[in-house]
């Protein structure tokens, strides 16, 4: 495929750069790894696989170098499966139930909006259920995306239970035949564990009323979190088993590595990048290019670039 | 947690020192080794964890560790030292201006708690000093900024100041100002829109609010949550806007925090406040040596000391 040719070729490029694969070569590329949060023990791995690679291969030159890390790159995030699926698990006759959960501010809220814009555009009949009851002005920011993309919002009053507002929507996105119900959820510290166990609820609440629902839990991260971002992934998954990732904020300049980490230590695979703040901003995710995207830095001064 | 190795980590480094009464060069390494990882770990910038664990080795290997009796726990004291006395001193004051209204401008990346510790803060200096601010709502962008300033102004019972979402954010701090100031109001609290530090367009809106209001104090709100990304979001908006100090938020979540570190020696501007919740009274001041403990998991390690 074409992203498959231009990772591979950008590879070359960074390659190319260093005439030998010495310890310059992968000091830079530790440095420009942990900057981008991919984390100590990840990088550190990563190397030492790269290390005794060289070694195995006797590798001298950089050319025949540029093989095995493009492989290994991308195995970093890929492990052990050939496949990850990055698509949503739609219902084709049925009401397709997504809930998003995250910490406070990551990109939830926007998140849906932008997803629902999407889902519009295909041509899908969607339906949002404001279940953050709790934030301030959190229902209208909902209601306002609504408006934005021309969606139906269930809500009731700020302070009721998001439980209650979830079964709401759930019944509303029936009687109108929706295809897909998005429903959000007050952003929560993954240490809280009241409010933890008060989205495990709203997921039960969700599992009895549609049988095989919800269809994706996606956990919205923050590409700026640094190591923080894998303790969400496993507390929020223990409590809401999460099968995807929406990465969002990837359009400033922190790189969003931990995914890799939480890919290979949890096997959630990422979904979707959020790259903005505009209905189009989202995304599908593209292992290639994010991982291209994580030591573009020590191609920045190429100037071809 | 990842973290929770160091105090494990460095206790057989710990436990051979103790046997040995004295500490070698190839001691500090292993241990300044554990160091760099435990800080890397916590997210503090790679850069910033290069000079200091230079800093560290320099004085490890000084007179003061190998003259001591207990050169393992001097060592552990080094590091501690070093760390406290780069996140700087208690600064939690807020400058006041001596020509009423004070101004403060809160600014920052989407998401960081801005909005919320607008609130805050307008709730602290009416518990401290009795005084109601005025909040200005800014933030014309995000889809119900407005309305999200104006639930937490009621919830406190103080007047916010907009204009829709209509007008340019630089007029709204304009009038919002003249408005205190014909009130006699003694704080005004800007909130502004969460903006990416590389957003130029919207990075000259905040040069020019400051132009306008001539902000006492400019706040760079944090998420303490942030990764490698801080040194260059906080060097961005100092550069910028010159803020005048920094508030971390989300501290009650059980990330370690390292970016307050990074902050901190890039800019050089105190941290003055710590967000500790959702709730309009969990605000607190910054200590410095409360996070440094943190950073490193330094309360296991001091046990651990005592313990050895
Ligand atoms: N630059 C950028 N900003 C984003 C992106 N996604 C969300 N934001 C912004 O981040 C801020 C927080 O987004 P929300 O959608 O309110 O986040 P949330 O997770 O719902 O927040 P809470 O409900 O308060 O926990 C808003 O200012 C959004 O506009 C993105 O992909 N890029
Ligand atoms: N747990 C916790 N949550 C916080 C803290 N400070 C803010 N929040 C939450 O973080 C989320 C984002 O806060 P906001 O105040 O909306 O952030 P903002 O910087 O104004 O966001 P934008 O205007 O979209 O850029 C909300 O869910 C807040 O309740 C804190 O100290 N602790
Ligand atoms: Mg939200
Ligand atoms: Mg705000």
Redesign the pocket.
Known sequence: SKTRQSFSSRINDLVARYRTVDEDFFEDLEEVLISADVGVNTVMDLIDELKMEVKRQNIKDTSEMKDVISEKLVDIYYGDDAVTSSSINFQSDDLTIILFV??????????IGKLAYQLKQSGKHVVMAAG?TF?AG?IE?LEEWGKRVDVEVVKQSAGSDPAAVIYDGIRAAKSRKADVLLC?T??RLQNKVNLMNELSKVKRVIEREVPGAPHEVLL?LDATTGQNAMSQAKTFSEATDVSGIVL?????TAKGGIVLAIRNELQIPVKFV????KVT?LETFDAQAFVYGLFADMLQDDPEE | MAFEGLADRLQNTIQKIKGKGKVTEQDVKEMTREVRLALLEADVNFKVVKDFVKKVKERAVGQEVMDSLTPGQQVIKVVKEELTALMGGDQSKIAVSDRPPTVIMMVGL??AGKTTTTGKLANLLRKKHNRKPLLVAADIY?PAAINQLETLGKQLSMPVFSMGTEVNPVDIAKKGVEQAKENHDEYVIIDTA?R?HVDTDLMDELAQIKDAVKPDEIFLVVDSMTGQDAVNVAENFNDQLDISGVILTKLDGDTRGGAALSIKAVTDKPIKFAGTGEKLDEIEAFHPERMASRILGMGDVLSLIEKA
């Open positions: 995250g910490v406070n501010g990551v990109g939830k809220t926007t998140t953050d934030r959190a920011q959000d007050a952003g919205v969002s904020k990837l359009d400033g959020g790259l903005g703040e901003d | 989407q998401g995000r969460g990416l």
